[in-house]
């Protein structure tokens, strides 16, 4: 049974960083494509990064590009995304997803979501 669990969402100021974490389980995740997604109240589900599963391929969003970074650790089965410079339009609930493929923007499965504001 696949697991994703998603942590290091939380309150923070905008020009602050926070990281976040997504530990895997249930499925070899060296072998898995990986991305992080969000979502606003009221805005459709947002790709913002994703990583290939040897770490050699990296997708960025125009919208966090320069700002945040997505990394994986394959021994400790954890994707990570380091957010800075946060700003206010950047608050939603974040996920953790595995891709269909390392250039889909398709997620099959999902964890359950860690929330991120950022107040002004």
């Known amino acids: 049974q696949v697991q994703l669990v998603e942590s290091g969402g939380g309150l923070v100021q905008a020009g602050d960083s926070l990281r976040l974490s997504c530990v895997a389980s249930?499925?070899?995740?060296?072998?898995?494509?990986m991305g992080w997604f969000r979502q606003a109240p009221g805005k459709e589900r947002e790709l913002l990064a994703r990583?290939?599963?040897?770490?050699?391929?990296?997708y960025y969003a125009d919208s966090v590009k320069g700002r945040f970074t997505i990394s994986r650790d394959n021994v400790k089965n954890t994707l990570n995304l380091q957010m800075n410079t946060l700003k206010p339009e950047d608050t939603a609930v974040y996920y953790c997803?595995?891709?269909?493929?390392?250039?889909?923007?398709?997620?099959?499965?999902w964890g359950q979501g860690t929330q991120v504001t950022v107040s002004s």
């Open positions: 997803a595995i891709l269909r493929g390392a250039t889909s923007s398709v997620g099959d499965y």
């Open positions: 249930g499925r070899t995740f060296s072998s898995l494509h």
């Open positions: 990583i290939s599963s040897s770490g050699g391929y990296r």
